[in-house]
Each structure stands twice: as C-alpha cells, then as structure tokens.
C-alpha cells in the first residue's frame, strides 16, 4: 500500500465525492459504490487516514446531515452529524450530561471541535473515543439505517473491536438516544493524557442512580483505552447495588474495575500503569459522580 | 476526476472556481487564490496554523475539502485588517512582540478573533484553553497572552 510519511499538504489519490442530503440517499449511494466508498462526517479522523495512507477510498459521501439535540418523552435524542462543538455549547448537554460535556471538552482542539461530529467519534471506533464511555454508562442507543431499513442497537453492543463496528459496509449512523435519568443520578468522566491534546492513556466514566438514603440503586461504569473496544465494567458495578457508597464499597469497586479490565502496553502508557491508575480514577470518579447524584 | 464547480466568498469578495474533489481548502486558498498569509505546518490538526473562519466558526483549512466553502463564506487573515489598518488583535500582537518566526501567527489572530467574538473578556485559563490547539515552536506564548489580553481589553493596554 502506498504510505505517505511525507507529504501531508497534498489529500492524493483523488476520489469520487457526493454529498447527499438525506440518510435514504446516503444509504443507496453506499449500496451503488461499495467496499470502496466510505462516509465523510468532520473529517478530522478520516482525512489524516488518507493522507497517512491508511486508506484509499475510492469514492467520499460527504455526510452533513441529520444535525440536531431534541428532548423527548423517551429521552435526548442527537443527530449523528451533530457536531461536539455544537453539544458543547447546547444547554441540554450542560445542564443533564456533565461526563459527556467533560468528555467533549477533552477532544482535540476548539476547531477540532467545530469540525468533528458525535456520529464521527462513535463510528471512528477508536478503543479511545472519548464520548463513548459517558454514553455507555448512560445506556445509550444508536439507530443505523440500512438498504433493508432502520435498527436500533445499545451502544454496547455497537463496537466489535479497534476500528470495526457492527455498521455493515451499506449501513449509517443516523441518531443516538440517551434515556431519561431517574431519580437522584449523577455522572461522571476522568481521563488520563500526557497533555491536553492527547489521546487518552485511559478514561473512565461512571453512573450512579441512587435511593434517598444514599443507596445504590444502579451503577454503569465504563472505560476507555483499556481494550480492544470501549467496555462496561459490569462486575465492578454490580458489587455496588443495594450497598452505601462507604469507603470499603468504593474501594472494592475500584479494585474490581482494575481487574476486569485488559489494557495493553503501547506508545501511551504500559498495561501495568494502566491498571494501577484504574482504580485510582474509579474512585474519584465515583465520588463525582455520588456528589452530583445527591445534588440532582 | 471531474472538477466540481463551487462559489463562496473570500475576505467578503464573491469567487466561483473550480476545485478537485480532493482539493484541500488551504490547497484553494493557497495555490488558486494566492492567499499565502494561510500556513501549513502539521497537515494532520495537531498545530492549528492553517486555522481560517468558515460561517464564522474557526476550522483547519489542512483538514477540511475545498468544496466545503461552496456557499460559504471564508475569512483569512487577509480578510480581517481595513486596507493597511491593522485590526486589534493584531495591532496588539506587533505592540506586545507576540511575534517570533512568525509561522504560526496568523492561525493564532484567526482563533483570537473567533474566541473574542464567542467572549470578548476571557479569563486567562480560557484564553488557554481555547489557544491549546495553537502550537507555536519559538515557544513565545507569554507575549500571545499579553497580546491577546489587551486585544480583549479594547486595545488600551494590558498591564
């Protein structure tokens, strides 16, 4: 395969460019051109790809569209072109989502940012994606459509492995929901990088749902940059139902998500590091997430 | 590949050209229209250089395809002084010797401008925050600051 390593001013070879306007279209456009074609949401993970000679599409669809935040009886629902700029910015993301607004905040650059779509974050598949561990631990769906028609899938069910979803090569993202939050909830994300613009060594989001006495009522916790995939830690989670968050429950928790999860050893961070710091953000991450629980 | 024809405008004048499809915007703005203040550096969105204002939002023109700025409106650093009357942002740079090499300078004025008009008084931890996509290797950030801090004051001085 041709590998650039040189030239990064130049986006070559050419290709083949649509821009549909409705996801119908976009899907038939898909069925048309094949194994060859993908789609283009910000660009900001797929153009580096070409120009680093990862891939060489031979025809874009660009994608802009379904954009848009809207609140209904069955929770939020977000256009998957909706770009992170744009949930940043939106009051529903501010004031009900604060993991996925201090996930979104972490990525990239404010003009990465104004580039980059949530759909885009999700699809990329990166074991890395930041929103993925919030919208994990807040149940979140997707909906896909495809030549056959829509589906609808749980978020953890969507990510197969590094770069691989279950989206089939006709199939696009077009919307994710996030469910109504019950009762006293909170949320929380911390993530590890070496500076600011960093991908995440490791990140870590969790759940709380919790009684008026301060009992657990459900907990998701999720990581990122741990395996091959965004994961729910779900034994770890499951040791907090029904108990009070007391230090001996939180830290047992914390150890829990160090050993189900199986980080490798790469350029940002050893397995071993990986492992040792997991626990330590599971905890605070849990007292974030008590704190705004209590609040809520 | 056939060429795809788009019209936007530029620095508030109307063009219509014709672009590839795998036609960069910095590519457009560099080589079709001879704006050159636009730089590349990274070429892959870790450095900001190339930052230029499309629908008002600051984007990578590295990053972004030509035939994105169809029915558009561009603004580069060309676009934002009156003739030889520096804007504040950048008389503010030249006062406070915001400016080393140079190279990153002008994606650093674009994002100024933009954050300004989303906040015209930034804390100085936004200013950061906001700024942390500009990379700037002579590693002259204390001046940026400075600049940028009396920009938002109205240009009557920081300090």
Known sequence: ?296 | MTKIAISFTINGVRRKLEVEPNELLMNCIRDQLHLTGTKYVCGIGECGACTVLLNQEPILSCLTLAVDADHGEVVTIEGISAGKELDKVQQAFVDEGAVQCGYCIPGLIMMTESLLKENPTPTENEVRDYLRGNLCRCTGYMNVLKAITKAAAGGKGSA
Do not use: W
Not at chain 1, 52 to 60: A, M, R, Y
Not at chain 1, 105 to 124: D, P
Not at chain 1, 145 to 159: C, H, I, M, Q, Y
Not at chain 1, 275 to 295: N, P, T, Y
């Open chain 1, 1 to 296: 395969m041709y590998t650039n390593q040189i030239n990064t001013r130049l986006l070559y070879p050419s290709f083949n460019y649509f821009e549909p306007t409705t996801p119908e279209e976009t899907v038939q456009l898909l069925a048309k051109y094949g194994p060859d074609a993908v789609i283009l949401a910000g660009g900001t993970d797929l153009l580096i790809k070409m120009k680093e000679g990862l891939i060489e599409p031979k025809t874009i669809i660009r994608v802009k569209h379904p954009s848009f935040i809207e609140k209904k009886p069955d929770g939020f629902h977000i256009g998957a072109a909706t770009k992170l700029r744009t949930l940043e910015k939106s009051r529903a993301v501010i004031e009900t989502f604060p993991a996925l607004l201090e996930a979104i905040k972490l990525i990239g650059s404010v003009q990465i940012r104004y580039m980059a779509t949530l759909g885009g974050n999700l699809c990329n598949a990166s074991p890395a994606a930041d929103t993925a561990p919030p919208l994990l631990v807040m149940d979140a769906e997707v909906r896909i459509l495809g030549p056959s028609g829509e589906r609808v899938v749980p978020l953890k069910e969507f990510f197969l492995g590094p770069g691989k979803t279950v989206l089939s090569k006709s199939e696009i993202l077009t919307e994710i929901r996030i469910p109504p939050f019950k009762g006293k909830t909170g949320t929380a994300f911390i993530r590890l990088s070496r500076a600011s613009m960093d991908i995440a060594k490791i990140s870590i989001a969790v759940l709380l749902h919790l009684e008026d006495g301060g009992k657990v009522v459900s907990a998701r916790i999720a990581l990122g940059s741990v395996a091959p995939t965004p994961i729910l830690a779900n034994k770890a989670a499951e040791i907090l139902i029904g108990k009070s968050l007391t230090k001996e429950t939180v830290a047992r928790a914390a150890e829990a998500v160090a050993d189900e999860i199986r980080p490798i050893t790469d350029i940002r961070g050893t397995a071993e590091y990986r492992k040792e710091v997991s626990h330590v953000i599971a905890r605070d991450a849990l007292e974030v997430a008590r704190r705004r629980a209590k609040e809520n």
